[in-house]
C-alpha cells in the first residue's frame, strides 16, 4: 500500500515493518545502515525502482485475487497502525489489505525473476525471510493472528500465488527487540551501525546542509582519488577491448571462438523510455548459443 504524504512525514519517527528485514539483516536490497539513514534527522528516501513501481500497480489485483482465493473482503483503504506494545510506540506497519471481521491481513507482493527461485510451493509458509520478518512485524503492530501473501512471482509466465504466514511469538520478540536496540543506540544518539556500509544511492539521497563542512580522513580522499584513476584506466581498458572486439565481428551478429557451448553476439537493444528517451544500441555479449540450453 503506498503511503500517504502524511505517513511518509511520520516515517523517519518510526520503525516500519519494511525496515525490519533490514535491521534483522535478512534484506538483499538494504543493511541497517540504510534504514539509519531514512530516519531522523536525516532524510534519504531513494527514488522507486521498477520493480517497486510494478508492484504498485499489481497490488489491487493481488488483493482481489487474495479476496477471491479465500472468500473474504478487504480493506482496499488499507491501514496505517502504530504499535501500542512494549516498544513504547516506535513501531509501525502500513497493511496492504486487512480483511474485514478477522484478525488477519493480506500482503502483496510482485517478484522479479532473479528472486522467484526463493519462493516455494502456494500454501505455504516457504518464502524469503525478509518477507516473514515483515509480516511477523506487522502481526506484531496490528495485533493479527496471520498474514496471507498474495505473489505475483515472474517465472516463465506470471505466476499467482497465495501463502500462508502464522503469527509467530519467538520470532516476533527477537525483531521486536533488534528495533528497539536500533532505535536506542543508533538512531537516538545519531550514529550509524558501525562498519556496516549503506548504498551508495541511499548517501546519495541524503539531503545535504547547505554551508556545512566536516572533517574527513585525508587518506579516505587519496583512495577516492586511486580507485576514481584505477576505474578509469579499467573502463578505457574495456572500451579498447570492446572496440577490438566489435572489429573482428565486422558486420556480423555473432563471433564463434571454437567453444561447444558459447559465443560472442552484438544484437540490436533497445532500452525503454521509462526515465529517458528510448534508444537503441548494439549490446556486446558473451551469451550461451542458440539452440544450447
Given at each position: ?5 502524511k ?6 519517527e ?14 538483499p536490497?538494504?543493511t ?11 532524510r ?22 487474495a ?17 501500542k ?19 488477519e ?16 510451493p ?7 525471510a ?14 493479527l ?17 497465495l ?30 551501525p ?33 580507485a ?17 572486439m566489435l572489429?573482428?565481428?565486422g ?43
Amino acid at each position: 500500500m503506498a503511503l500517504t504524504e502524511k505517513q511518509r512525514e511520520r516515517r523517519p519517527e518510526e520503525v516500519g515493518s519494511s525496515d525490519s528485514p533490514a535491521i534483522a539483516g535478512v534484506c538483499p536490497h538494504r543493511t541497517i545502515a540504510d534504514v539509519f539513514y531514512t530516519k531522523k534527522p536525516f532524510r534519504s528516501e531513494g527514488t522507486p525502482t521498477e520493480a517497486m513501481e510494478t508492484g504498485n500497480r499489481l497490488e489491487g489485483p493481488l488483493l482481489d485475487f487474495a479476496a477471491e482465493k479465500l472468500g473474504v473482503k478487504i480493506d482496499r483503504r488499507g491501514s496505517y497502525r502504530v504499535s501500542k506494545g512494549r516498544d513504547g510506540g516506535i513501531l509501525a506497519a502500513n497493511l496492504d489489505g486487512p480483511i474485514v471481521g478477522k484478525s488477519e491481513a493480506v500482503e502483496a507482493k510482485y517478484v522479479g525473476p532473479a528472486f522467484a527461485a526463493d519462493w516455494g510451493p502456494e500454501g505455504t509458509d516457504q518464502i524469503p525471510a525478509s518477507v516473514i520478518v515483515q509480516c511477523q512485524h506487522q502481526m506484531y503492530v496490528a495485533d493479527l493472528d496471520r498474514v496471507y501473501v498474495a505473489a505475483a512471482i515472474a517465472r516463465y509466465s506470471l505466476d499467482w500465488c497465495l501463502y500462508v504466514i502464522e503469527r509467530c511469538e519467538p520470532l516476533i520478540d527477537t525483531i521486536v527487540d533488534a528495533d528497539v536496540r536500533f532505535w536506542n543506540d543508533y538512531v537516538l544518539p545519531g550514529v550509524c551501525p558501525p562498519d556496516v556500509l549503506p548504498c551508495l544511492d541511499t548517501l546519495k539521497a541524503l539531503v545535504r546542509v547547505p554551508d556545512k563542512v566536516v572533517k574527513v580522513p585525508k587518506a579516505l580522499v587519496m583512495e577516492l582519488d586511486r580507485a576514481r584513476a584505477a576505474r578509469s584506466f579499467v573502463n578505457k581498458q574495456v572500451e579498447q577491448v570492446e572496440a577490438a572486439m566489435l572489429k573482428a565481428l565486422g558486420d556480423a551478429e555473432a563471433g564463434d571462438y571454437g567453444d561447444k557451448d558459447k559465443w560472442v553476439t552484438c544484437f540490436r537493444q533497445t532500452r525503454a523510455a521509462h526515465h529517458v528517451k528510448e534508444s537503441t544500441f548494439p549490446a556486446l555479449r558473451h551469451a550461451k548459443r542458440k539452440g544450447n540450453a
